[in-house]
């Protein structure tokens, strides 16, 4: 693992039936660290759940590695004490038998670790394939383990829902560790089951091998699990590998194209006297600058995100707010999104 670096890219959505997003996702480039996290227990209560596991594997992961503690054992103390937590939240009456699914991975300098509890996933893509690296905590995939139930009735199965292991059902929630070598090029894939149970892995591996731009991918793989029904939260996190130094040659580079863009003179009083109507997360959001990026780094800042969701939006115009709608002052934004709401 000497000598690589991970760049990620996520997204989360709430799908086309459930009111409330449960899922959370982490990413902390820096820290090497990412995770998909699926809260379970209604009445927002799993969100709770799933925000206290991201929450504690932020707060803890990075300064346990610091210290020289090694990943496996980072991630471990970072979920039992999320686990902890979350069994002490749980006492509210309002919130009892909330819990979460949590998968996270650690690209280190010398090794990799996914930690996982529940049936959120990890796929590896490498080359022209795809491999699923966790098990699932469930019902049905234990039954299937066992033979007494056939690997094709699985995704079919009336309680393949039900979880034998999740963060807040038990005092001792038993956590895998899997070690797993990378290489440059190589693509870990995070995924809550209202992705995964909706695409299946060779589709979400041509997603990312056909779209380079991270976000771009992760936007795409969750539209498609909304459009074959959105019946779950739907969230996905997508790690690229690459060698170290091309890295920070990014790093390096990116000021200097940006710098050859604004070259033309205009560039400055563009960025900063231009606006557009973009998204952020899944919400509409005014924005100022131009609605691109060189080499990753955003030409545009977020202004305010608005109240506004994206399924409020007339279908028909999603498409180009994602692609950034320019309007002319933050008024001319205002009276634009109001009518896009009204548009059939």
Known sequence: MNGLAAAGAGYSE???????NEDRILLADRAGLYAVADGLGGHAAGGVASDLAVATLRAHVPGLMARDVPPPQALVRALREANQTILEHAAAPERSGMATTCTALVVGARESVIAHV????AYLIRNREVRQL???????????RRGDLAPDDAAAAARRHVLTRALGLDADAPIDLLSVPLAPGDVVVLTTDGLHGAVTPEEIAAVVRATPDGEEACRTLVHLANARGGLDNASVVIVRVRRRWAARLAR?????ALAALLAGGAGVYQFEH?????VRGDRVALMRGVPARVLGVPLFSVV???P?????????????????????????????????????
């Not at 969701?309 to 009276?335: K, N």
Request: proline share 6%; hydrophobic share 45%.
């Open 14 to 20: 709430a799908g086309r039936v459930r009111e409330v």
């Open 118 to 121: 529940g049936d959120s996933r």
């Open 134 to 144: 966790t098990a699932d905590h469930s019902l049905v995939e234990e039954l299937v």
């Open 252 to 256: 390096v580079a990116a000021p200097a």
């Open 274 to 278: 231009s606006y557009f109507l973009g």
């Open 304 to 306: 305010r995100a608005t």
């Open 308 to 344: 506004v969701s994206m399924a409020a939006v007339a279908p028909a115009y999603r498409g180009r707010l994602r692609q950034g709608i320019r309007v002319r002052t933050p008024e001319d934004a205002d009276a634009l999104l109001a009518d896009l709401v009204h548009r059939p």
